[in-house]
């Protein structure tokens, strides 16, 4: 067999494989929208329940990502949820009084947290603590309520 | 009664000699890895032989194995009004399973076939003794090379298989059946994890490789040295490598994915 | 007498259950051809492969140049067979490279030489065979004599000073086997080397050897000089240097009496 095809043809192999893994990198998997911790700040919120939020959940405003969780702790004074949320530099602007809640994406999708922006003059800084939150709604726990008010009113009839 | 308790005595003292005969053969591998390290030609030739015409048969089944997981995951999903997370579906499946696994299978079908069938039929020729005797040591020569290059070759045809399958079933989900172009890749981009997956997988199939090349080339040299026993030791080689490919891709997923 | 290239004592070795040698001694001269003769299934094959060191002995001694072969590690076994040249009886060329290669293929492995000169070696021993003219055929497009011509080419690419032979004449036409015969004694008075010939082919073997072993049954028979076999008392040695289809080594492999086992009709065992 010639070296001259055996050389190319194992270059173009190894050359393609990479092509393939750094295809599965950037496209396929979350690398290419992975936050950086370089061009990035910290934000926390306290949550009295975080429902299903996980680490990496995405962090929206108007629907559209500026972040991700970085870090779910419990605060065992506060007896609360501790959420790090990582946000994009590029994304500075929010006033001190902005709000974070949980939300649902869909009916069984997965959890996510939306901030929406309050009214106030002065920006959060990196490490500042988001004051309003709203935790995450617990399936079980609107079903009973659901149940106790129906069964209420039934009762009180 | 005696008979069947003395063959089955002789089954597994058999067993455990080629098991143990397995393992002092890979050990011998080790040993002269480093010099085949300084003549990187002997394994360029077998990364050709064993990678590179690897490659058509892993391109063409990467392509449709894609393509069947996007029609089948589309009709799935779409009864949940899901079709959205088709991309997640197929570059899951892909980069977890299917790609480790399923070019490991190939490759045993495709590479280490021929590995077992050759290494084999220089044993039954002499070659390999002819070799001894010119004091040129074969494992370093000719087994050790064909080693490192399935180690190499399979992760590589793993990550070309499960990337050419994503696009298959981009090709199927988003340009036949009308998938959203966007939420294809959104979607893949956010649940697919980059080291749970990625990472996992490449390793499941560096695994897959040395295991390939080890049981392909132990059957090869050690095979009885006749027109039959090459035949019965190709047919073991398929058969081992798939068996052990499958099992270890259990414990390796309960081990990475478990938790 | 000058001392013995090998020296073979009480050799034993065994094929499984089946015993091959039962203590042989063997001595081989220095510069001289030696032939070992016998059966086929005498292990005449196995007796090269453990002067080699291919395989190891039940118990026994093995001295190659003083050497115990037996004893030597992996590197010093290796080390050993650069001074010796060995001819299968298959040929054992490495198929998927051509003649020049596989001729050139021992001085690459063991030598640093220049290219220019490894070229020039490679058709200086191609040209002893008289095959310098084939060396860009692959092995699969040569006849079985000159596959077996190439693999003496490589044995002796290295100049050895010992060279064994596997049944060189087996198979072979009779122009084959008359230039092996020729190629045989020349290349041994030519480089002084001492060839070890394993050969059931007695007429040929007979025509070049220098002393002959008879072995059979793991015992060495007779050993001594052609004409003096010729003339042995031994009805054995006779009856195989002649050729003669009976006598002490019976035609029929051990049975069962043949009257006996016709009668038990289809009842047997």
């Not at chain 2, 499946?93 to 495709?110: C, M, Q």
């Not at chain 2, 590589?156 to 036949?176: E, K, N, R």
């Amino acid at each position: 067999m010639n070296n001259r095809t055996v050389e190319i043809g194992v270059g173009l192999f190894v050359a393609l494989g990479i092509a393939a893994l750094f295809m599965l990198a950037m496209q396929v998997s979350n690398l290419g929208t992975f936050v950086s911790a370089d061009d990035s700040y910290l934000l926390e919120a306290g949550f009295e329940n975080i429902g299903g939020l996980k680490v990496r959940s995405p962090v929206t405003v108007s629907g559209v990502r500026v972040g991700r969780v970085a870090a779910i702790d419990y605060d065992d004074e506060a007896f609360e949820a501790v959420v790090t949320l990582r946000i994009k530099s590029s994304y500075d602007g929010f006033p001190e009084d902005t709000s974070a809640s949980i939300f649902t994406a869909g009916l069984l999708g997965e959890q996510y947290i939306a901030l929406e922006p309050g009214g106030s003059m002065d920006n959060l800084a990196d490490g500042d603590r988001l004051q309003l939150t709203q935790s995450a709604l617990v399936m079980e726990q609107i079903i009973g309520q659901f149940l106790y008010s129906t069964s209420a009113a039934k009762s009180g009839e | 009664m005696l008979d069947v308790l003395q063959n089955l005595g002789r089954v597994t003292l058999g067993f455990f000699q080629r098991l143990g005969r397995g393992h002092l053969f890979l050990l011998q591998i080790f040993a002269t890895i480093p010099g085949v390290l300084l003549r990187p030609r002997l394994v360029l030739t077998q990364l050709y032989a064993v990678g590179v015409l690897t490659l058509l048969i892993i391109l063409v089944s990467g392509l449709f194995v894609g393509m069947v997981m996007g029609l089948q995951g589309y009709n799935t999903l779409v009864d949940f009004g899901a079709e959205d997370s088709l991309g997640v579906m197929v570059a899951l499946s892909l980069v977890r399973e299917l790609g480790p696994v399923v070019a490991a299978l190939l490759f045993a079908g495709r590479a280490g076939s021929a590995l077992t069938a050759e290494i084999g039929l220089m044993k039954a020729t002499e070659q390999l003794s002819g070799m001894e005797m010119m004091a040129v040591d074969p494992i370093q020569r000719v087994v050790a090379p064909r080693f490192l290059a399935a180690f190499i070759s399979l992760p590589l045809l793993a990550v070309i298989f499960s990337a050419i399958g994503v696009y298959g079933g981009y090709f199927v989900g988003v340009d036949l059946l009308g998938v959203d172009d966007g939420a294809f890749w959104a979607q893949m981009q956010d649940k697919v994890d980059l080291r749970g997956d990625v990472y996992n997988g490449v390793i499941k199939s560096v695994v897959f490789g040395f295991v390939a090349g080890w049981i392909a080339l132990f059957e090869g040299y050690d095979a009885v040295p006749t027109a039959a026993g090459v035949s019965r030791a190709t047919t073991r080689t398929v058969v081992h490598t798939s068996l052990a490919v499958l099992g270890l891709d259990f414990v390796l997923t309960a081990l990475m994915f478990g938790e | 007498m000058t001392e013995p290239v090998v020296q073979i004592r009480g050799l034993q070795f065994a094929h499984g259950e089946r015993m091959i040698f039962d203590g042989i001694d063997l001595d081989i001269a220095p510069g001289r051809v030696t032939a070992i003769m016998g059966p086929s299934g005498t292990g005449k094959t196995t007796l090269l492969k453990l002067i080699g060191g291919q395989l190891r002995p039940l118990s026994g001694s093995i001295r190659v140049y003083g050497e115990e072969v037996t004893q030597l590690s992996r590197k010093g076994l290796y080390q050993l067979r650069k001074c010796m040249g060995m001819l299968f009886q298959s040929g054992a060329l490495l198929t998927d490279i051509n003649v020049f290669e596989n001729v050139a293929y021992p001085m690459r492995e063991h030598t640093r030489l220049p290219k220019a000169l490894i070229r020039d070696l490679v058709l200086m021993k191609l040209q002893a065979v008289g095959l310098r003219g084939a060396s860009t055929l692959m092995p699969s497009e040569l006849s079985g004599g000159m596959a077996r011509r190439v693999a003496l080419a490589r044995a002796i690419a290295l100049d050895p000073s010992m060279v064994m032979y596997d049944e060189p004449f087996t198979g072979q036409d009779p122009i084959s086997m008359g230039i092996l015969v020729k190629l045989i004694r020349e290349l041994n008075d030519a480089l002084g080397m001492t060839s070890i010939v394993v050969s059931h082919d007695v007429r040929e073997t007979a025509a070049i050897a220098d002393y002959i072993y008879l072995l059979s049954q793991g015992k060495v028979i007779e050993h001594g000089k052609p004409e003096a076999l010729r003339d042995s008392s031994l009805e054995w040695s006779r009856q195989f240097l002649e050729g003669r289809p009976d006598g002490p080594a019976a035609f029929h492999y051990p049975a069962p009496d043949f009257r006996d086992d016709l009668l038990r009709g289809g009842q047997s065992k």
